[in-house]
């Protein structure tokens, strides 16, 4: 085993060397039975194995503390899980998809979460994890002073755009973040020079003037020694450090993989450097092991697989009446107990404090809605492109920089994806971001982040996690702004399980929605129309919250029902008056929310009159008004005296020529033509 020189020297006394040789035969134990219950398809799907890497997540393990610091990995994290303290019965448990596993078996071999052990889940897309660690980190950098997030990823994430984004964002922020790149040479089946031109990983991180050293990640004594020296500065109050570990899997990318890209004799070389044949052959060499403690540690690490997997295999499947269950959450779970200290509140100044106005635009109402879930709860911040010393492009959150200062109005650099899923990472850790994305069209960037971990998240961990996030962002067409700063994508996040998608129309769903959403235990979407944010109102005084689940009737009818939502409402509205003066009573109901949808208030009113236009910007294929219309053909189909109607977007891209915008957007004249088309003479008084 080499010498460690450093300030901050591993004590690498014999209790010690035992443990890390115990973690590491824990490890390798653990996986090898994997195997043997993989080929009797006891496990099934995917199985990334840790063989021979053992020694990186043993050394940073025993670097940090488990439990106060927190730990990201990727889908090969059956060997992180281990090291940061889980239970070896429940990880089987896992594996074998029985609902004692530490994820009540639905995250299986490459989602594996702790919240005792603040271990945030193994992530199956590559890079996915990056940014939660920095967001995790953010908060525990208001939250945890002195406490440290481990981020395990491979050599093949350095390529990915969140990578670079994340990297950048924790240096800039200077977050506590310990950024380990498990460099195992292969991308899947890409040799690493294949897919980089720097092959020096460690290297990438002085392009943020991040600390970075290169290190043999076959030697958990090395591996201990490096993480200490970063753990150490991080605790000082300094910034993210990135150690690129060298290291190498025994075993193929995962069950399927017939290694048709390396060699044996590669394999076999690297196998002469195996980090546990290599620490128990010093330990014996210099008397720190006998071989009866090599045989008894074996039998010991034996019997507790043994047991984990007779436990795993006598376990329970999750009654079928729980698959819903946690798809939305009740409560934030992580917070149960103990909470996390929460800082004293920053002073509001007196102007911020007192009343707002009655009457007000949507774009007040916004902003007066900010200003209050900021000054509610200390935990909140608001984070975006522009959102400070811009004011937002749509001049939202002008002035509350001056306000609330630079740490609770920050402004992101354009890197929707990162800046996204360190929003997440911050609502797993206690915080309660206010996340603004400029444009709906932008968030596309950010899709990943939002469906893969904001909204899959709680279910996939067994309902460990909530992520009680709300995410601004302005929607729809009518300003001449061109496609792709123009589409109507809501109804795209309405299609997810796990979200919740807002749109308030109104001035006083504008005022009220956000509290509701900041209260909300799940991630919500809000979606404001641009063309809204003029729009004024009188706010009734006695009105101070809004119900974030139900439709509203915004005007009686008896003829015909208008469904409708966001900037559609005032033309329904409107159509509803010229209606009214040919005899026709227009009801016009605002959906309000897109996820959950309020089918029930749809269709008690769709039974009454008996006729339907369903009015969306989306575009009408795979739209929110498909949706609708699917379900009261299922529900009502017998009791419609006429056919569904539905006017929406042309199918184009929104143009930037006015006269073509406007064709191409649903108009009022479009809604009363299809109203006419279904209600007959004879009904009009």
Known sequence: MPTVTSPHKVHADRAHLHALLRQMLRIRRFEARCVELYQAQKIRGFLHLYDGEEAVAVGVAAALEPGRDAAVATYREHGQALAWGMDMASLMAEMLGKVEGCCRGRGGSMHLFGRAQRFYG????????????????????????????????????VAEGVFHETMGLAALWRLPVLFLCENNLYAMGVPLEDSEVETDLWRKAQAWRMPAEQIDGMDPI???????????????????????????????????????YRSRDEVEAWRQRDPIERLRHWMLAHRHLSEAEAAALEAEVAAELDAAVASAEAGTLEPLAELE????????????????????????????????????????ACKQAIRDALAADPRAFLVGEDVGKYGGCYAVTKGLLE????????????????????????ALAGLRPILEIMTCNFSLLALDQIMNNAATLPHMSGGQFAVPLVIRMATGGGRQLAAQHSHSLEGWFAHIPGLKVAVPATVEDARWMLAAAMADPNPVLIFEHIVLYNAEAELDAAVTAVDLERARVRRAGRDVTLVTYGNSLPKCLRAAELLAAEGIEAEVIDLRMLRPLDSATVAAAVACTRRVVIVDEGWKSGSISAEVAARLAEDLLYELDAPIRRVCSREVPVPYAAHMEEAALPSVDEVVAAVRAIVPPARRS
């Open 122 to 157: 193994g992530n199956a897309i590559v890079g996915g994890g990056i940014p939660l660690a920095a967001g995790i980190a953010l908060a525990d950098k208001a939250l945890r002073p002195g406490a440290v997030t481990a981020c395990f990823f491979g050599e093949g994430a």
């Open 222 to 260: 090395v591996v201990e020694a490096a993480a200490r020296r970063a753990v150490a500065a991080m605790r000082a109050g300094g910034g993210p450090h990135f150690i690129e570990a060298r290291t190498y899997r025994f075993r193929a990318h995962s069950m399927f993989d017939t290694q048709a």
């Open 325 to 364: 269950r946690h798809v939305l959450m009740d409560r934030v779970v992580q917070e149960d107990g103990q909470p996390p200290p929460v800082p004293a509140p920053r002073p509001v100044p007196a102007a911020a404090a007192s009343p707002a106005p009655l009457r007000m635009t949507y774009r007040e």
């Open 403 to 426: 306000e609330f200062g630079p740490a609770r109005i920050v402004d992101a650099p354009l890197a929707e994806n990162g800046f996204t899923g360190i929003a997440i990472g911050a």
